[in-house]
């Protein structure tokens, strides 16, 4: 039994007990039945409401997800990036994959210019850094 059909419940064991309804006792009782008649409804009316909600916005994910897709034109091998040891800090440092043409690459821990071999660097799809690393992935 839902709430709405536990009030209507309620409400007929009061009518049956034909109770008199100018004692202050059955007024207070009415009054009590009459806030959880009001409550039901409510309630019913949020539920309503929030299941709209929530219909909507798994339409608005949905189209967001597509648009993500569309816009950002992602491939898996644009997230690669490589892990390294600063030479002067020790601090590894992850480096993504398009940074290897730049130049002026620093180590974000010491600010240290990395000379950067291509044979010592290895493909990690997930950076091990710990707390102190300032990698923009995390």
């Not at 006792?25 to 309503?48: Q, R």
């Not at 798994?58 to 690669?80: Q, S, V």
């Not at 993504?96 to 821990?109: A, K, S």
Request: net charge negative; proline share 2%; aromatic share 6%.
């Amino acid at each position: 039994m839902n709430i709405t059909e536990k009030v209507a419940y309620i409400k007929g064991l009061l009518e049956g007990l034909k109770l008199d309804a100018s004692k202050p006792e059955v007024k207070v009782i009415n009054a009590v039945v009459d806030l959880l008649d009001d409550v039901t409804l409510e309630v019913s009316d949020i539920k309503e409401k929030l299941a709209d909600f929530v219909e909507q916005l798994d339409e608005i994910d949905e189209d967001l997800g597509i648009l993500e897709e569309d816009f950002y034109d992602l491939d898996e091998d644009e997230d690669l990036f490589y892990e390294l040891t600063c030479p002067d800090c020790g601090e590894k440092v992850c480096v993504y994959d398009y940074m290897l043409d730049e130049d002026d690459i620093n180590c974000p821990n010491c600010g240290k210019h990395l000379e950067l071999n291509l044979d010592d660097i290895y493909e990690d799809q997930t950076c091990e850094c710990d707390e102190s690393c300032n990698c923009d992935h995390k």
